[in-house]
């Protein structure tokens, strides 16, 4: 078998997956129906969680050279936006990244591990046995000819294509929700006046105004008499400046639309991310309006989450339970994403129905203040950048930390020219800290755990609260904390350390087919 997973999908999930497992030394292959890279962007930002990740796996420059930040972002179009550069870390802001540049750098990076990306095939069908999943699919540009249809063979299928997944449907996998009652409409234009005050008066009343990376203009909107369009039924140029004319008084001189698009505010969770051999993630997993820009995010944070447990898995010294545990742990993050942007959704509409629009207006003004002070600022903005996100513990008595993040403090590790946490965990491994000068820690985590876990003692560090008093810690290779310990007994800690290794990176001692070098 040459292939050990397959990934139907080359979007941002689907190429995040696949330098997440070619980074661990499986193979896998992404199919993509679409002939060429994408090249309309419905995404636009990446947030301060996932640029975090970008940075775990030494990809953050190239993602940051491609960009530009903004120190914040916004909650249900309310005036008040939230301030990210509040929140504990290197990257408290938004990066504008348009979706078609953020594939671009993936697949470049997946390219650079060896990841294969099969272009202009379309799956059409997925089955499954004790052994491993089997893909039919078919060359799109010779569907009849000899040879156009094959199928394909892994020990694993990740469907990462989209709401509408056929691999979700093949593995009747539910996606039980709400059907789409509300629908905006976008459009990217070439040319635009920006002098025109009607732009002005279109942001005042909602309307989204994003330059773009190229000279071209995105604007989004609800039009309220056109928000129940079905979001199947196509946009024309005279429908979005009739509807910019009666929003705003101006059609702001939009003209030669690049794209135009309508979407809608249907929110599904599929009933379980694993059935056996086949796992879903990104939009597969979950759709929902695009409120907050962060739905791209969730996926790549998905892709994140995934990829190094499927590769535990397959090389063999995963332990039980690991791979379960990305159901266990992504499907609330998608189902908490799920209704923070129906809760988005419904203030937005509401201010737009003729007879909720005096309460709605009362209603945001008061949101507005709620979100002047500093807590509740906070409390949204580590939901909605995903910084908040954490993990349940294993068990009772576990430490705070577990679960959650583990903040990139700068340090001085022993044999490393590495100055902080996050320049220790670019080859998909366990990174286990010692905190306390254990010279002997290293070379005895080595000798049982060599190729999945690399222990650094830290010689100096700096200060960080939800750190203190913590003389270990071991952190997942998705950035995640596994197991913190802030004992001072030696034997004490050395036995917790082994419970936690042996949970976490499997048996001592077992072999495992290591990871590609650092590239």
């Not at 994408?38 to 636009?44: C, N």
């Not at 030494?58 to 909650?75: D, E, K």
């Not at 979950?286 to 820009?293: C, L, Q, R, S």
């Not at 590790?413 to 002997?440: I, K, N």
Request: charged share 25%.
């Amino acid at each position: 078998m040459t292939t050990e997973v397959i990934v139907v999908g080359a979007g941002p999930t689907g190429l995040m997956l696949a330098c997440e497992l070619a980074l661990a030394g499986v193979r896998p292959l992404v199919v993509e129906r679409r002939t060429e890279p994408q090249r309309d962007s419905r995404a636009l930002t990446l947030h301060p969680r996932s640029v975090e990740l970008m940075d775990l796996r030494g990809l953050a420059p190239r993602f940051l050279a491609a960009g530009t930040t903004v120190p914040g972002w916004h909650f249900a179009g309310l005036g008040t936006r939230l301030d990210f550069t509040a929140l504990d870390s290197r990257h408290a802001y938004t990066l504008f990244i348009a979706q078609a540049r953020t594939e671009a750098l993936l697949a470049e990076r997946a390219a650079e591990l060896g990841a294969r990306i099969l272009r202009g095939h379309r799956t059409v069908g997925v089955r499954q046995d004790s052994d491993g999943v089997e893909v039919d699919i078919v060359d799109v540009r010779n569907e009849h000819g000899p040879g156009g249809r094959r199928t394909l063979r892994a020990a694993y299928a990740v469907g990462c294509d989209g709401g509408r997944s056929l691999v979700r449907t093949a593995a009747g996998i539910g996606f039980p929700g709400t059907d789409e009652t509300v629908t905006g409409v976008l459009g990217d234009f070439e040319t635009l006046d920006r002098d025109d005050p009607g732009l002005r008066r279109a942001q005042a009343r909602g309307v989204l105004v994003a330059p773009l990376e190229d000279g071209a203009t995105r604007l989004v909107y609800l039009d309220p008499a056109r928000m129940r369009v079905p979001s199947h039924e196509p946009v024309t140029l005279e429908e979005f400046r009739t509807s910019l004319t009666d929003i705003c008084g101006s059609d702001c001189g939009v003209g030669r639309p690049r794209w135009l698009s309508r979407f809608g505010n249907a929110g599904r969770i599929a009933e379980h991310y694993r059935a056996g051999r086949i796992l879903l993630a990104g939009d597969a997993a979950h759709i929902h309006f695009p409120a907050g820009g962060q739905g791209l995010n969730t996926g790549l944070q998905d892709a994140a989450n995934l990829g190094w447990k499927l590769a535990a898995e397959i090389s063999g010294w995963a332990p039980p339970g690991l791979l379960d545990g990305y159901d266990a742990e992504r499907r609330p993050v998608g189902a908490a994403v799920v209704e923070n942007t129906g809760v988005q959704t419904l203030l937005a509409e509401l201010a737009l129905v003729p007879q909720y629009a005096r309460p709605a207006a009362a209603l945001r003004r008061m949101l507005d203040g709620f979100l002047g002070t500093a807590e509740v600022n906070r409390i949204l903005a580590e939901q909605v950048s995903a910084l908040g996100t954490a993990f349940p513990a294993r068990g009772p008595g576990a430490d705070p930390l577990e679960g959650r993040r583990m903040p990139d403090i700068g340090l001085t590790a022993a044999g490393s020219s590495a100055t902080r946490v996050y320049e220790l965990t670019d080859r998909s491994r366990f990174l286990l800290l010692d905190l306390a000068g254990d010279d002997e820690l290293p070379p005895a985590v080595a000798a049982g755990w060599s190729g999945r876990v690399e222990a650094v003692t830290v010689a100096g560090r700096d200060h960080h609260p939800e750190l203190a008093g913590v003389t270990e810690v071991l952190v997942r290779p998705d950035g995640h904390v596994a197991w913190a310990s802030r004992t001072g007994d030696t034997a004490g800690r050395r036995a917790e350390r082994t419970r936690a290794l042996t949970a976490w990176a499997g048996t001592s001692g077992r072999p495992n087919r290591g990871t590609p070098p650092r590239r």
